[in-house]
């Protein structure tokens, strides 16, 4: 049947009926009074139509309109009176109306510089694609079924093989647990950290500002450690007494891209059995270093006092949602028990999926393509960074999907990044990532995303918006 739209003379609205065609028509017309009354299009007093009115304009059924205006007048958004009209009741005891929303205006950006993400175009859609089918036709069907939540085995075995591989990470099986990410697993170890008494938690200053919630999450206090060119300071770490767990990004530091240097890496692991605490170690960015041999892990140098943190965020894509957590004996069984009643682990197919594309080589192929992919990007950025912006210093270079500016004195940062983004050119500055301790100011430029001719232009903005600041 086709129905008719009805148009109420008296102070409103459009009451239309053809949205939801898989309801009732007594639901449609139901869900469209109801909408109607609740954004006040029907105010309060309006005399609706007669049911037999209503019936004929909208071509239904006058049972349709009665048994609808029944519905609305038994959840009190009608009022029937003898012989009288039916009328809007008055919904002063529902939700106080809301302030307005006065909406900012949206930037749009026509280049992002950002960092932390790869080249979603560059996932291998095919290599997972022959690994889905592979898993499907070879998997026993209980894998698919309620897990552990820590992990399938043979995930666990291909992470073990692959980080003892790649990174010199000295694992067990039953010391690697499944993650949906990185942060999922620092936000695992953060809970377990507090059942265990801790209460405070070293991180990077600069460093990664979502650690703020999940610490505050946990019940944990961040305290902010200075980084410098040798990576975080171990001997003001060493002031805190009241601290024994820090979060650290040793491979490539974010966001400034240092490495963590080896007497540092001595201090940190003797810091770490002084105090008898726990390093967390973010592997962040590890898997991509173009002019040298991959760093080693510091977890390799103290398995018992550091926890390594990996994910497939960079090797993959992100809303593939897995990473891996290898523990020491002692925080394996905490984390476990920090787990119960929160999550029921990751999907046992990724994990499936992920380690045949381990054990097939699929994934080295993929990361080695990636690679020669970043690091032409990298080539670009530097070059348009030495053809527009030449007099300024860049680190951070060697490794990862970013890249630090440091800008001279005179260039406020805070104006560089706004008038950057009026120009249409997403960037961020060192000090969003300030965690209350750093005074360095720059430039934190992603080149992963962009395209060559998008890191020309973006830099060129960025060169034309240092000299209207200077």
């Not at 949602?321 to 999907?347: K, Q, T």
């Not at 440091?406 to 940062?413: A, F, M």
């Amino acid at each position: 049947m086709a129905i008719r739209r009805s148009k109420f003379t008296a102070d409103l609205a459009l009451v239309d009926i053809d949205q939801r065609p898989e309801r009732t028509l007594t639901s449609r017309l139901e869900g469209s009074l109801r909408d109607a009354i609740r954004s006040r299009r029907l105010r309060e007093g309006v005399a609706l139509p007669s049911s037999r009115h209503l019936a004929s304009e909208l071509g239904c059924s006058r049972w349709v309109v009665v048994q609808a205006y029944e519905q609305l007048i038994a959840e009190g958004y009608l009022q029937a009176t003898q012989g009288g009209a039916t009328r809007v009741c008055g919904l002063s005891w529902r939700a106080a109306p809301q302030d307005p929303v006065i909406e900012q205006p949206v930037t749009r950006y026509r280049i992002d510089l950002t960092a932390g993400q790869p080249d979603i175009s560059a996932f291998p859609a095919s290599a997972w694609a022959r690994a889905t089918q592979t898993v499907l036709a070879s998997t026993e069907w209980d894998n698919l079924h309620y897990i552990d939540p820590s992990g399938i085995e043979a995930f666990k075995i291909s992470v073990c093989e692959l980080l003892g591989r790649t990174r010199g990470v000295v694992a067990e099986p039953d010391h690697v647990h499944a993650t949906a990410g990185a942060t999922h697993a620092i936000g695992l170890v953060c809970r377990a950290a507090a059942r265990a008494g801790h209460t405070k938690l070293a991180v990077e200053d600069p460093g990664w500002p979502p650690m703020r919630d999940f610490a505050s999450a946990a019940g944990l206090e961040l305290v902010p450690i200075p980084v410098d060119e040798d990576g975080i300071k171990v001997e003001v770490l060493e002031r805190h007494p009241d601290v024994r767990m820090v979060l650290v990004t040793p491979a490539h530091q974010f966001p400034t891209g240092v490495v963590l240097s080896a007497e540092r890496r001595q201090a940190l692991v003797h810091w770490a059995e002084a105090v008898g605490g726990l390093v967390l170690e973010d592997a962040y960015d590890a898997e991509f270093r173009y002019d040298k041999r991959p760093v080693g892990c510091l977890q390799g140098m103290a398995p018992a006092r550091v926890a390594f943190v990996g994910s497939s965020t960079k090797l993959l894509a992100p809303g593939v949602r897995l990473g891996w957590l290898v523990l020491p004996g002692r925080w394996n069984r905490l984390v476990v028990e920090a787990r119960e009643g929160i999550d029921l682990g990751v999907s046992a197919l990724v994990q499936l999926i992920f380690a045949e594309l381990v054990d097939n080589g699929q994934l080295e192929r993929h990361l080695n393509r990636s690679r020669r992919l970043y690091r032409a990007r990298r080539a670009r950025m530097l070059e348009a960074l030495d053809r527009y912006l030449p007099a300024l210093e860049t680190a951070g270079i060697a490794a990862g999907l970013h890249l630090l500016v440091r800008l001279p004195e005179g260039i406020d940062e805070n104006r560089l990044v706004s008038e950057a983004g009026r120009r249409g050119v997403k960037v961020y500055g060192l000090g969003r990532y300030d965690h209350g301790t750093s005074e360095r100011r720059g430039l934190v430029l992603g080149y992963a995303r962009a395209t060559a001719t998008s890191i020309e232009d973006g830099v060129r903005i960025l060169a034309e918006c240092c000299a209207g600041l200077e």
